[in-house]
Nanobody, 125 residues
Framework: VQLQASGGGLVQPGGSLRLSCAASGFTLDDYAIGWFRQAPGKEREGVSCVSSGDGSTYYADSVKGRFTISRDIAKNTLYLQMNSLKPSDTAVYYC???????????????????WGKGTQVTVSS
């Protein structure tokens, strides 16, 4: 299982970015897959996750209404469309996969088995 995230960069507050995660070694539809982020000095946190099969989606409260997770099964690629970006969204973003999304008390817990290298997102004027 390999995951490769891309699409990060520097963007002004209020701007948009789309992250991509290319998966190989497994079929995207057979795994839950999600986005996680880690800001300097903070713990890694779940941003969004999509379940295998029915494709149920989960979002952190901090990104609801601004971020959208999607899958392209034919391309075996996961996306995260990020709109209305805030400086607080600055972090290294990772994609990760496992049998299921782990959501406890509304929080997406970063306990996935397979992780890709991260991509830096910086929101600053």
């Amino acid at each position: 299982v390999q995951l490769q995230a891309s699409g990060g960069g520097l963007v002004q507050p209020g701007g948009s970015l789309r992250l991509s995660c290319a998966a190989s070694g497994f079929t995207l539809d057979d795994y839950a897959i999600g986005w996680f982020r880690q800001a300097p000095g903070k713990e890694r946190e779940g941003v969004s996750c999509v379940s295998s099969g029915d494709g149920s989606t989960y979002y952190a409260d901090s990104v609801k209404g601004r971020f959208t997770i999607s899958r392209d099964i034919a391309k075996n690629t996961l996306y995260l469309q990020m709109n209305s970006l805030k400086p607080s969204d600055t972090a290294v973003y990772y994609c990760a996969a496992d049998e299921s999304c782990t959501v406890i008390g509304g929080n997406i817990v970063p306990v996935m088995d397979y992780w890709g290298k991260g991509t830096q997102v910086t929101v600053s004027s």
